[in-house]
């Protein structure tokens, strides 16, 4: 195959045609790919790489209608645009493509500069959606994630916290929270530099990345120096399990911080709480307990884990 050259699969059971339409695509800078049968357009269709199909309604084996029906269902979103070319141009037949989720409906006999239009119509538009859909998801991405640390970010986090929290209200299963803040990050920036201090933020965001295994599990940068958990289907003592997975971690990297007044190395301080969601209760009061339970371990020093158990949470 041609490099950069769009590829027809042309399936039609006229060896006439197929000739026909062969020769005038191949002057017209496409790669051409033939079957005689619906079963063979559709074996090329899932082994080979194919830009667009021209499909004739009337097969020997099975029509070309089921036959864009089946590429569908089993591609997908990969499946390639269908152009049905046909003799058939009653509005039943014109009815019955579209349902079959064909592109486009060519009527035979084919006006060859008017197929050749259609078709680079066709591949241009799917083109133009393929770089939208990129834009779009790029977008998307960089609008829920911390540039620095590659985290989900703070609107994100809260944005899956409703989820969860109206998920496990059904469930009656509980969410934890760990809420986790960098010691005396202040002085590693003033010792270190803000450099330094931004090495030492991803190197923290890459511990607790790798402290979580489950895929509901969500890890995001909450602001500055803080880091937030978002943990379904999560008891207080797990919770407890995953901040020491944390810190042994940290420990082990042993990042310097010879300013810090409790440490010769960077630590952290974190607070946790869990609670069967109910719909009564605004998902915040979880963050809120956490918040409460990180300061707390400020208070009392530092560089520990304290955990709110209070009489509605689990």
Same mark, same amino acid.
């Given at each position: 195959m041609v490099q950069g050259f769009p590829t027809v699969l042309v399936v039609d059971d006229d060896n006439d045609s197929r000739s026909f339409l062969n020769i005038a695509l191949q002057a017209g800078a496409f790669q051409v790919l033939e079957?005689?049968?619906?079963?063979?357009?559709?074996?090329?269709?899932?082994n080979e790489?194919?830009?667009i199909v021209l499909l004739d309604a009337v097969l020997p084996d099975i029509d070309g209608f089921r036959c864009c029906e089946i590429m569908h269902q089993r591609l997908r979103d990969r499946c390639p645009p269908?152009?049905?070319?046909?003799?058939?141009?009653?509005? !039943?037949?014109?009815?019955?493509?579209?349902?079959?989720?064909?592109?486009?409906? !060519?009527?035979?006999?084919?006006?060859?500069?008017?197929?050749?239009?259609? !078709?680079?119509?066709?591949?241009?538009?799917?083109?133009?959606l393929r770089e939208l859909e990129l834009a779009n998801s790029y977008l998307q991405h960089i609008s829920s994630t911390d540039e620095l640390t590659g985290l989900s970010n703070r609107r994100f986090f809260q944005a899956?916290?409703?989820?969860?929290?109206?998920?496990?209200?059904?469930?009656?299963?509980?969410?934890?929270?760990l809420l986790c803040d960098l010691d005396y990050f202040k002085q590693y920036n003033d010792a270190y530099g803000h450099l330094e201090g931004d090495r030492c933020l991803k190197q923290f965001a890459a511990i607790l990345r790798s402290?979580?295994?489950?895929?509901? /599990?969500?890890?995001?940068?909450?602001?500055?120096?803080?880091?937030?958990?978002?943990?379904?289907?999560?008891?207080?003592?797990?919770?407890?399990?995953?901040?020491?997975?944390?810190?042994?971690?940290?420990?082990?990297?042993?990042?310097?911080?010879?300013q810090s007044p409790i440490s010769q190395i960077v630590t952290y301080s974190s607070g946790g709480t869990a609670v069967i969601?109910?719909?009564?209760? /605004?998902?915040?009061?979880?963050?809120?307990?956490?918040?409460?339970?990180?300061?707390?371990?400020?208070?009392?020093?530092?560089?520990r884990l304290i955990i709110r158990n209070s009489m509605s949470l689990v």
């Open positions: 079957a005689a049968t619906g079963m063979g357009g559709l074996s090329i269709v899932m790489v194919v830009d269908v152009l049905m070319i046909t003799a058939l141009s009653d509005e !039943i037949s014109v009815e019955k493509a579209f349902e079959a989720q064909a592109t486009d409906f !060519i009527t035979k006999p084919v006006h060859l500069s008017v197929l050749l239009h259609r !078709i680079k119509r066709v591949l241009q538009e799917r083109q133009l899956n916290l409703n989820k969860e929290w109206k998920r496990l209200v059904r469930e009656q299963t509980p969410l934890g929270v402290s979580v295994e489950r895929s509901t /599990d969500l890890v995001a940068r909450y602001g500055g120096e803080e880091f937030i958990l978002l943990l379904p289907n999560t008891s207080l003592e797990g919770l407890k399990v995953i901040d020491q997975r944390i810190r042994a971690q940290l420990t082990r990297q042993a990042i310097p911080h010879y969601p109910q719909i009564s209760r /605004d998902p915040t009061d979880l963050i809120e307990e956490a918040d409460k339970a990180l300061y707390e371990a400020k208070d009392l020093g530092r560089n």
